[in-house]
């Protein structure tokens, strides 16, 4: 399948890059390359454009899509780890970054990735980076049950999380289950009937195990931090959120690098010692137009906020 992904907010992030065309310029979440290929419009042949992805394929696509250019470096890798990618490069500093923490369409449309609720045959999966060990079959299979319903309240925001993991912890009891058909059955029928009004009932619980996978949310808030510290002065990180778990840690990152100071409000000047790395440029996140959120449904719950280092 080529790997298509519309890219949320494109112009908006690009905007809020202010690229400088012989700048160093990070996507840490190259996958279709939809806002690459815009970052690598705006440079001249002295930038330097690095894109870090960790789906194989996503990179074999990015670099079909980008090899008109030639000042472009591909890295097989997490974005969690964009300190050692850059020391590896022997790069010190950057002067953007950009993260867009969404799963790619073609993930989640890829039958054999088994990220979707809509593949009712496809093998449980749900890895971004298939080399690792930890897949969405074992999460299902071996997670004890208050953990499972733990990760599907807190990652999907799923009211019924308590009834899903029971019944997946009774149905696994007689059989494996293998497929994302048999999960989105024991899901189906934990959930009442008036919910299923709101959309797929298996959305939330889907969500959940993928984040779960790819531990999308623990390492966030130290992902951020790590980001700004790499910026030049001036320097920028724009980050795309899909969840509210997300968006809390990208917000409190950015809070806390801005210097939050926590001295009692009655003392006359600050004891506390905060530093600041930079501003937060989006006093509130910027998010898609009624236009765009009509014509791409996976932009509705996009959110992007940006900070610029000192």
């Known amino acids: 399948m080529e790997f298509k992904?519309?890219?949320?907010?494109?112009?908006?992030?690009?905007?809020?890059?202010?690229?400088?065309?012989?700048?160093?310029?990070?996507?840490?979440?190259?996958?279709?390359?939809?806002?690459?290929?815009?970052?690598?419009?705006?440079?001249?042949?002295?930038g330097l454009l690095i894109g870090i992805d960790r789906d194989e394929e996503a990179l074999k696509a990015a670099k079909e899509k980008l090899k008109e250019f030639q000042n472009i470096k591909y890295v097989h890798a997490n974005h969690d780890e964009i300190k050692e990618i850059l020391e590896d490069l022997k790069i010190e500093k950057v002067d953007g970054i950009l993260l867009d923490l969404g799963v790619s369409s073609y993930q989640l449309d890829e039958r054999n990735r088994g990220f979707s609720y809509m593949s009712q045959d496809t093998e449980l999966d749900m890895r971004m980076d298939r080399s690792q060990s930890l897949t969405a079959k074992e999460i299902v299979n071996t997670y004890l049950e208050k953990e499972l319903t733990r990760i599907i309240f807190e990652y999907g925001e799923e009211k019924f999380a308590r009834n899903i993991s029971k019944n997946i912890c009774e149905y696994r009891k007689n059989r494996e289950i293998l497929t994302t058909g048999e999960l989105v059955e024991i899901i189906e029928n934990s959930v009442p009937g008036f919910a299923k009004k709101e959309g797929?009932?298996?959305?939330?619980?889907?969500?959940?195990?993928?984040?779960?996978?790819?531990?999308?949310?623990?390492?966030?808030?130290?992902?951020?931090?790590?980001?700004?510290?790499?910026?030049?002065?001036?320097?920028?990180?724009?980050?795309?959120?899909?969840?509210?778990?997300?968006?809390?840690?990208?917000?409190?990152?950015?809070?806390?690098?801005?210097?939050?100071?926590?001295?009692?409000?009655?003392?006359?000047?600050?004891?506390?010692?905060?530093?600041?790395?930079?501003?937060?440029?989006?006093?509130?996140?910027?998010?898609?137009?009624?236009?765009?959120?009509?014509?791409?449904?996976?932009?509705?719950?996009?959110?992007?906020?940006?900070?610029?280092?000192?």
Do not use: W
């Open 200 to 310: 797929h009932p298996a959305k939330r619980t889907f969500q959940a195990i993928r984040i779960e996978v790819n531990n999308e949310i623990e390492p966030l808030y130290n992902t951020v931090r790590d980001s700004i510290e790499v910026l030049k002065s001036k320097g920028r990180l724009c980050i795309i959120t899909f969840h509210s778990l997300e968006d809390r840690a990208v917000k409190n990152a950015y809070q806390d690098a801005k210097g939050k100071c926590t001295c009692p409000k009655d003392l006359p000047y600050c004891i506390c010692g905060a530093k600041s790395q930079g501003n937060i440029i989006t006093k509130k996140p910027i998010i898609p137009t009624e236009k765009e959120q009509k014509e791409n449904s996976r932009a509705k719950s996009a959110k992007l906020r940006v900070f610029e280092r000192n």
């Open 5 to 46: 992904h519309k890219p949320v907010l494109l112009q908006e992030c690009i905007e809020n890059l202010n690229i400088n065309p012989n700048g160093i310029y990070v996507d840490g979440t190259l996958g279709g390359a939809g806002h690459s290929l815009e970052i690598a419009k705006k440079l001249s042949s002295q």
